[in-house]
């Protein structure tokens, strides 16, 4: 397998395989990587592949207009799952037989939220101690669409007991790609994250004979030679990056040593993405959402001289002081 993040990836299914320009995956992030910013991110360049928030299945299937909510339209130059997350494998038939006609390349089935009131549910990082319902769920998805159907998991829930079965199960079951988010349930988002458990899975999968199924690996890239370093220290098939590429959506092209953002172009992403959702929502959903990226926001170097301002916009009320923030960032740069 190559460790180039920069070739191209074909996942496979039953009836039609997905082609990824490149190795480099945006992680889902709730709350935060819904269509405007996906969009946006893929506008910025360099992304190989997408995946929704993840769409919880509990007492009914999906109706097909919530999936199109989550998805957007399909137009192809990035490839972008759909993300399910569910306890058990009622209704999981019937909501991707729903979202089949909006066209998404490939499912993703979600066995890594670590969130309680997921977990309490026995959905999501739940799933890790217990294989079997794992297993019937990728059977399942692999049985309702000729589409991949690929599986992003933790490494256990309190220990990395199991990982080797767990990998080899959702290869066995059909997932066309895995993707190991390398914590435990327990450790939630502590860093970092231990790559030698993508090292293991990836040679679990390749010592069963599951070497054709591309491994993911996830978890504490934080800057864009991680990417590579990843790849070349645990063999992965290629890497998904969440918070670093909130901090910085330039992540993704300068892991492809393309330049990275200039303080100007950090600023005018943020004030680009918060105009994109003033278009049809209201200041103060612009707000919460800006906020969210806020956290982590440094593209460009912002924030680098005076962390202190990050505080204080993360604290004010009005959209327009944050939006202030960003134009002087640019009108001084500029
Ligand atoms: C705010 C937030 C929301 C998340 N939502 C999802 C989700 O909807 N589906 C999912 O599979 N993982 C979700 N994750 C986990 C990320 O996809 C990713 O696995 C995790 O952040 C580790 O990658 P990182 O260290 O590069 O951030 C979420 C993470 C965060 C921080």
């Not at 109706?63 to 569910?86: E, H």
């Not at 009320?317 to 002087?328: P, S």
Request: aromatic share 6%.
């Amino acid at each position: 397998m190559s460790t180039d993040p920069g070739q191209p990836l074909t996942i496979r299914g039953r009836e039609a395989d997905v082609v990824f320009p490149n190795r480099l995956f945006l992680a889902p992030m709730e709350g935060i990587t819904d269509q405007v910013f996906r969009d946006l991110m893929i506008g910025v360049g360099g992304l190989g592949g997408a995946i929704t928030e993840f769409i919880r299945i509990s007492v009914n299937p999906i109706p097909r207009k919530v999936v199109a909510k989550y998805l957007g339209p399909v137009r192809g130059v990035v490839p972008v799952g759909i993300q399910f997350m569910a306890a058990d494998t009622e209704h999981l038939a019937q909501s991707i037989a729903n979202a089949e006609p909006l066209g998404a390349p490939w499912y993703d089935l979600n066995f890594g939220c670590p969130a309680p009131v997921v977990f309490n549910k026995c959905a999501g990082s739940a799933l890790l101690d217990h294989p079997d319902r794992m297993v019937a769920m990728i059977g399942t998805a692999v049985q309702a669409t000729g589409r991949p159907v690929s599986a992003k998991m933790r490494a256990g829930v309190r220990d990395p007991g199991r990982l080797r079965e767990l990998v080899l199960a959702a290869a066995q079951a059909g997932a066309a790609m895995i993707t190991l988010h390398a914590r435990l349930r327990t450790t939630s988002y502590e860093e970092p994250a231990t790559w030698s458990w993508i090292a293991e899975a990836r040679a679990a999968l390749d010592s069963a004979g599951y070497g054709h199924v591309p491994l993911v690996g996830n978890g504490s890239i934080a800057e864009a030679g991680d990417a590579r370093r990843m790849m070349e220290t645990t063999g992965c098939s290629a890497v998904m990056i969440g918070r670093a590429a909130l901090a910085d959506p330039w992540i993704f092209r300068s892991s492809l040593g393309r330049p990275t953002a200039t303080r100007a172009e950090g600023a005018a992403f943020a004030l680009g993405y918060a105009a994109t959702i003033l278009a049809d929502r209201p200041p103060i959903v612009a707000l919460k959402k800006l906020k969210q990226m806020l956290r982590w926001y440094r593209c460009g170097g912002l924030f680098l001289d005076c962390p202190e301002d990050r505080q204080i916009l993360l604290r004010s009320t009005d959209l327009e002081v944050v939006l202030d923030w960003f134009r002087e960032q640019a009108r001084i740069s500029g």
